[in-house]
């Protein structure tokens, strides 16, 4: 079992389609993070909150949006993408600096 | 660009025996290097951190870390079929304030019943 909850699991959208994942942790973590993974490939990171604030940034194209309401929440909003964006996409989050990172189980993306 | 290698695999290995993954980085100031385990279609599991040079145990793992030759290792004892994954090496890249972790490829191990 894992202390970092992603939803939903499963998710099929279609190019024109609007929808938010959501990843929750309530470890007292201050930085949070959205890995993006494709199929026989490492994540790779896509944005970092650190206390609440946008870190990092890795030139993320804008049709993903970032939101982090709170300590404990994050969420990925997702507009207009394309099929290419079709992936396994990660929360993890860390107690900040050089601590490890734990995952959340993923939400499995396909776009249509 | 820091980079981060590791052997791709396959790594095929029969049950009982000592599995050893190997990790080098090319980012000399890194100071947090972590093992994980990734099932298919799974997420990363954190099997072992390692901060110091030396080796560090933890039940059938152990991590070693040479800071000098910038290579990290993971020996798995007694083998397991359940040990069958991708090990992903990872190192924090703290550039500035920022803290990142960056992947290798990670390393497909196969243990044989």
């Known amino acids: 079992d894992t202390e970092v909850t992603q939803t939903p699991k499963h998710l099929v959208m279609g190019m024109t389609n609007k929808k938010s994942l959501k990843c929750e942790q309530h470890?007292?973590?201050?930085?949070m993070y959205w890995y993006k993974q494709k199929a026989k490939k490492p994540p790779e990171l896509m944005f970092v909150?650190?206390?609440?604030?946008?870190?990092i940034n890795e030139s993320v194209p804008s049709r993903f949006s970032p939101e982090c309401p709170n300590s404990s929440l994050l969420n990925l909003h997702l507009h207009a993408l394309q099929p290419e964006d079709s992936a396994l996409y990660l929360c993890?989050?860390?107690?900040?600096?050089?601590?490890?990172?734990?995952f959340g189980n993923g939400t499995r993306l396909t776009v249509t | 660009q820091k980079e981060v290698e590791q052997n791709s695999g396959p790594l095929s290995v029969p049950e009982g025996a000592i599995a050893s993954l190997n990790c080098t980085y090319s980012?000399?100031?890194?100071?947090?290097f972590f093992w994980y385990r990734q099932y298919s279609g799974k997420s990363p599991e954190l099997i072992m951190s390692?901060?110091?040079?030396g080796d560090k145990e933890d039940g059938r793992f152990t991590a070693q870390l040479n800071k000098a030759s910038q290579y990290v290792s993971l020996l798995i004892r007694d083998s397991q079929p359940s040990d069958s994954a991708t090990y992903l090496c990872?190192?924090?890249?703290?550039?500035?304030?920022?803290?990142?972790?960056?992947f290798g490829k990670g390393t497909l191990l196969t243990v044989n019943p």
């Open positions: 470890m007292g973590h201050r930085a």
């Open positions: 909150y650190s206390y609440e604030k946008l870190s």
């Open positions: 390692i901060y110091s040079n």
């Open positions: 990872a190192v924090i890249d703290s550039g500035g304030s920022n803290y990142k972790l960056t």
């Open positions: 993890a989050s860390s107690r900040a600096g050089d601590s490890p990172l734990h």
């Open positions: 980012d000399r100031v890194s100071q947090s």
